[in-house]
């Protein structure tokens, strides 16, 4: 079972910058595609940016242009550059990954237990 655990959430002024990361621990025949998630209070969970082993990525409307995702496949870990912060960015964030499991090789989603990234006005 593969387990995810993000870092660098935090308090930060609009217009501010924060880098989350998101490590990978447990046994998997591969992650695949990976990404980042959040959910604001009374909302829904919602993508923010997703990244293939290939390093395809995709962003949601929102942070076009303010966020960048990344990931070191060595080390299974990815990453998410957070720039030019704004106070609706508030939100617990979660990481993602897509794993084919090991031995049975059946794919299924591994989640952290978020990290929370609050942006002050």
């Known amino acids: 079972q593969v387990h995810l655990v993000e870092s660098g959430g935090g308090l930060v002024q609009a217009g501010g910058s924060l880098r989350l990361s998101c490590a990978t621990s447990?046994?998997?025949?591969?992650?695949?595609?990976m990404g980042w998630y959040r959910q604001a209070p009374g909302k829904q969970r919602e993508l923010v940016a997703t990244?293939?082993?290939?390093?395809?990525?995709n962003y949601a409307d929102s942070v076009k242009g303010r966020f960048t995702i990344s990931r070191d496949n060595a080390k299974d870990t990815v990453y998410l550059q957070m720039n030019s912060l704004k106070p609706e960015d508030t939100a617990v964030y979660y990481c993602n990954a897509d794993v084919t499991g090991w031995p049975t090789r059946r794919q299924y989603d591994a989640w952290g237990q978020g990290t929370q990234v609050t942006v002050s006005s």
């Open positions: 447990g046994i998997a025949f591969s992650i695949n595609a």
């Open positions: 990244i293939t082993r290939d390093s395809i990525t």
